[in-house]
């Protein structure tokens, strides 16, 4: 079982980028046990998948995201990290990262993030 | 792209057995997994793998997963168990998540 912690801006401007990054503890991210994952939920919506990194650096990406997303680690700090280039209104939702080893086990409590100038 | 189907909401009165069903083209040959979202909470794991509870969900969770249907059944529902149920599949490239279907216990 791993903890992990959202932390970013709560407010990005229309077009601009949003940027996310997710501390893991209890583990180490470059652990070969774990799909390091976000998922966001808009206001009253379901749960999208973003996309997931492996600790080789392997992504997979929501194809109808994946122009606009990048994920990336940082073993020095044991995180990490969600870029969105170009967010609109529609990218205004909570911003959940999770851990999948057999599943999604382990979540943050999520960050709101709302896009509006 | 792949898609799975669920209603948006089911009632179960308390003591009683909540079925909820999640369909998808030949869902039975992918892995289901089933979370649990109380309002203002990060979802919860609460069967993975089609039918394997984690540590620390109550066994009145089950989950079965054949053909085209996929059913999450919560026995002896109680109140605690009101929130909102998500299903999600591996199609192979991609995490796909249901839309959900809230549980009313009443």
């Known amino acids: 079982q791993v903890q992990l912690q959202e932390s970013g801006p709560g407010l990005v401007k229309p077009s601009q980028t949003l940027s996310l990054t997710c501390t893991v503890s209890g583990d180490s991210i470059t652990s070969k046990n774990y799909w390091w994952t976000w998922v966001r939920q808009p206001a009253g919506k379901g749960l999208e998948w973003i996309g997931r990194?492996?600790?080789?650096?392997?992504?997979n990406y929501n194809p109808s995201l994946r122009s606009r997303v990048a994920i990336s680690l940082d073993t020095s700090k044991n995180q990490f990290s969600l870029e969105v280039t170009s967010v609109t209104a529609a990218d205004t939702a909570v911003y959940y990262c999770?851990?999948?080893?057999?599943?999604?086990?382990?979540w943050g409590r999520g960050t709101l993030v709302t896009v509006s100038s | 792209s792949y898609e799975l189907t669920q209603p948006p909401s089911v009632s179960v009165s308390p003591g009683q057995t909540a079925s909820i069903p999640c369909s998808g083209v030949q869902l039975g040959d992918k892995f289901i997994y089933w979370y649990q979202q109380r309002p203002g909470h990060s979802p919860v794991l609460v069967i993975y793998q089609d039918n394997k509870r984690p540590s620390g969900i109550p066994e009145r969770f089950s989950g079965s997963n054949s053909e085209n249907i996929a059913t999450l059944t919560i026995s002896g529902t109680q109140a605690v168990d009101e929130a909102d149920y998500f299903c999600q599949a591996w199609d192979g490239s991609t995490y796909v998540f249901g839309p959900g279907t809230k549980l009313t216990v009443l």
């Open positions: 999770a851990a999948w080893e057999v599943a999604l086990a382990d």
């Open positions: 990194i492996y600790a080789s650096g392997t992504t």
